[in-house]
């Protein structure tokens, strides 16, 4: 179906010109849990103020659009187990239970990463790296206490987040190099011990990238010799306008389905603002500084700009739904823009428009986009 016929059968299904960007009633939108139903969940990354309700307006939004939540930061390790001898249960069992309010699939990010991870862990006191034998232990006792604290509540686990560099190579972590290329099958291993009925992940940003992603396959095909039970890979997927393309992630989902295993989107977003790191990366540990003429969308996005983000997002959303049969969930990074962790990265204080609901929490024709592919894969062909 044309782009025109298109938006023009959206706008009768919604009785007006689009979904309104005036302030409407979350209730007067199409809900995108709905439109997905069948093909796969739809989801968001929580932040505390949402799974607690103190954001209203952000949980109203969620209630209605999703179903399936990811947690922000609460179930990073620095969050939840911040000293050796103290785990900080709190406010991940107020995510857990928001979740099963409401009735959500609830995914648990993450447990062995490089970032967000307390110094304590890797290296003692003295500055001295700790044994291979130390942080094995600590990684079992981590992974056993928080995943088997959730056991049978937490549907799946990103079980390690980026082990891999952008050449493909494995990223030279702590866990990496104290403890050797073993710690992936243990760390799964561990999660499968604490919960053998919670799915497994293996989580990874710029897959759609030819050398990342061929690692990404020698990873997986490793695991899955070594006998974990890979339920998924899941592609970050932290867009940009121009990158990857269509084809890229049509071929690089297919990659990684040929191996046997399903392929979610858990961290989608797409930064429409001008790039001030090389490379296509989504490393948290970039930092750069900014200029006003980095920072160009204070007031808004330029109507030009709302439309390429539209498009963008409905060409992924086509390749989704025609990958559906082996992708589970697609989840954003965020809820509305004002939410997005891209307003600080990789520069402090921008203004950054990813997602499909602006800062009023209106949808944006983003999400009309969505809505479009959506209905047009499941439209009998003309
Ligand atoms: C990575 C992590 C996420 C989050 C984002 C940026 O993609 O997997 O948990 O920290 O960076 O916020």
């Not at 298109?6 to 009633?25: D, E, N, Q, Y």
């Not at 403890?179 to 499968?192: R, S, T, W």
């Not at 999400?367 to 479009?372: A, E, M, Q």
């Amino acid at each position: 179906m044309s782009v025109v016929v298109r938006i023009a059968a959206l706008s009768a299904l919604v009785g007006c010109a689009g979904p309104t960007r005036t302030g409407a009633a979350p209730q007067s939108i199409p809900s995108l849990r709905e439109e997905f139903r069948g093909a796969f969940h739809v989801g968001a990354a929580l932040s505390t103020a949402q799974f607690t309700g103190r954001d209203t307006a952000g949980a109203a939004l969620v209630e209605r659009q999703f179903d399936t939540i990811s947690p922000e930061n609460v179930l990073k390790w620095g969050l939840v187990h911040p000293a050796l001898d103290r785990y900080e249960f709190a406010p991940a069992d107020a995510y857990v239970a928001y979740g099963e309010r409401h009735g959500m699939m609830v995914i648990g990010h993450t447990l062995v990463w490089h970032s967000q991870l307390p110094r304590w862990v890797h290296h003692d006191a003295s500055g001295a790296a700790v044994s291979r034998d130390t942080l094995l232990a600590r990684m079992r006792d981590h992974i056993i206490t928080v995943v088997g604290r959730y056991r049978g509540r937490i549907k799946g686990w990103d079980v390690v987040n980026e082990a891999l560099d952008e050449d493909g190579t494995l990223r030279k972590s702590p866990w990496l190099e104290i403890i050797g290329e073993d710690y992936l099958v243990k760390a799964y291993q561990y999660a499968h011990e604490a919960d053998p009925a919670a799915e497994l992940y293996y989580n990874d940003y710029s897959l759609e990238n030819p050398a990342k992603r061929a690692g990404a396959v020698a990873l997986v095909k490793r695991l899955l010799a070594a006998g974990v039970p890979l339920k998924a890979v899941g592609l970050q997927a932290h867009q940009k306008l121009d990158w990857p393309t269509a084809a890229a992630e049509d071929s690089t989902i297919e990659a990684f389905s040929a191996l046997g295993v399903h392929v979610n989107l858990t961290e989608l977003d797409v930064d429409v603002l001008p790039a001030v790191v090389r490379g296509q990366t989504a490393d948290v540990g970039l930092r750069a500084a900014t200029t006003s003429a980095q920072n160009p969308f204070v007031s808004g996005l330029p109507d030009s700009t709302q439309r390429a983000l539209a498009a963008r997002y409905e060409s992924l959303f086509d390749v989704f739904m025609r990958h559906r049969a082996v992708i589970d969930r697609v989840t954003f990074w965020g809820v509305a823009d004002g939410d997005s962790w891209l307003n600080n990265w990789p520069v402090r204080g921008r203004t950054s428009h990813p997602l499909l609901f602006d800062r009023q929490h209106r949808p944006k024709p983003a999400f009309d986009g969505v809505v479009r592919a959506a209905r047009a894969a499941r439209a009998p062909a003309a």
